[in-house]
């Protein structure tokens, strides 16, 4: 009877969504009901395949290896809500293991001379960069069309991904196999960042949402390491940031330097051949921080992918992520390191215009 009810509330859901769907696509256009009916279907089989944490708990033959993992997830979930004032709901109290190594894939495009990234519009969710699929190769058709169209487009695997809250009636966000493994710092960014966007968010500013929710990440494992985190995990992060802020270092510098170039004056032949010029000496600059045995890079393969499909989109995703990450960082210490008060101040700045939000955060 318990499992029937259950299944009587997905199908609820998912009868409550196609209907939400079929009005959407009234008013978006035929190419956009489709692609909400893969999200809201995509996303249904996601929640379909979670289950509460303590049932997972329960079997006798579960992976050890993922039975810490999951406890260290729900000690996470309460440092979240407890110390970092986010929501304190249903989400990440359930798990789900997938058939596949993401979430989703994201596909994002910007023109050839330009690091604007290309927005597409829903009713109710707003603007963002970025559209989700959940089947790889739709998300490499879909690129195919905008490179056709002449834009810059790249493909990337996204290990999780926020409701915003409103998936939380019917069991909230899911803890996912795609991250459940990842270093004790990592997992506990990823589980802030996500939560962070249930806190706050600007239908029309990505930039804004995305660089939020990774400055709580950031500030949020800090603490969570330094109250809870062993030495070696702490070393491990340590580690692992170093690469991080390397990597960013590296590729913001040569994002400053494209944008420059675009906004100049100069022929679109020249800017072509300037560009294919700075995107070699960055392959260069980066073959040799991976030989600089002084570097955090030394060695370090992960970021190879990236620099060799670099593209203007790449370096628009980049900036969606990291552009005013310090501004909100200032913008905590502002606040006095009080949560609520940050908090407060993100939601009253998401609530303005774009243009006064953006020289509110960011003065020059």
């Known amino acids: 009877m318990r499992l029937l009810r259950g299944k009587r509330r997905w199908l609820a859901a998912a009868g409550l969504l196609m209907v939400a769907l079929a009005v959407l696509g009234l008013l978006g256009g035929c190419a956009q009901l489709a692609y909400l009916q893969q999200s809201a279907g995509g996303h249904l089989q996601l929640l379909n395949a979670a289950r509460p944490v303590p049932d997972w708990l329960a079997e006798q033959g579960l992976d050890p290896a993922l039975r810490e993992r999951l406890l260290l997830t729900q000690r996470l979930r309460d440092f979240a809500s407890q110390s970092l004032h986010l929501p304190d709901n249903k989400s990440y109290r359930r798990y789900a293991q997938l058939d596949r190594p993401a979430a989703v894939w994201n596909v994002v495009a910007a023109p050839e001379l330009s690091l604007a990234p290309k927005n597409w519009c829903f009713p109710v969710m707003g603007c963002v960069v970025y559209r989700g699929y959940f089947k790889r190769e739709a998300a490499d058709a879909f690129a195919a069309g905008l490179r056709a169209q002449g834009l810059e487009a790249t493909v990337y695997g996204v290990p999780a991904y926020s409701t915003l809250g409103w998936s939380n009636w019917v069991g909230g966000d899911p803890l996912l196999s795609t991250f459940i493994r990842y270093p004790e710092g990592e997992l506990a960014r990823m589980i802030f960042h996500e939560l962070a966007h249930q806190v706050a968010y600007a239908a029309d500013d990505s930039v804004f949402n995305e660089s939020f929710a990774t400055a709580v990440e950031l500030i949020g494992a800090r603490a969570w390491l330094a109250e809870h985190g062993a030495e070696a995990a702490r070393l491990t992060d340590e580690l692992q940031l170093r690469r991080r802020q390397a990597f960013l270092a590296l590729a913001m510098r040569y994002r400053e330097r494209l944008d420059s170039l675009f906004a100049g004056a100069e022929a679109d032949a020249d800017k072509r051949r300037a560009k294919a010029q700075l995107m070699s000496e960055m392959r260069a600059d980066y073959a040799r921080e991976q030989v600089d045995a002084a570097s955090p890079l030394y060695g370090y393969r992960a970021y190879d992918g990236w620099f060799e499909r670099a593209n203007n989109a790449s370096f628009a995703v980049l900036a969606a992520y990291h552009e005013l990450t310090p501004a909100f960082e200032a913008l905590y210490e502002r606040?006095?390191?009080?949560?609520?008060?940050?908090?407060?101040?993100?939601?009253?700045?998401?609530?303005?215009?774009?243009?006064?939000?953006?020289?509110?955060?960011?003065?020059?």
Do not use: H, K, M, T
């Open 335 to 364: 606040s006095g390191r009080d949560w609520p008060r940050f908090y407060a101040e993100v939601r009253r700045l998401a609530a303005e215009p774009r243009a006064q939000r953006r020289q509110q955060i960011n003065p020059q």
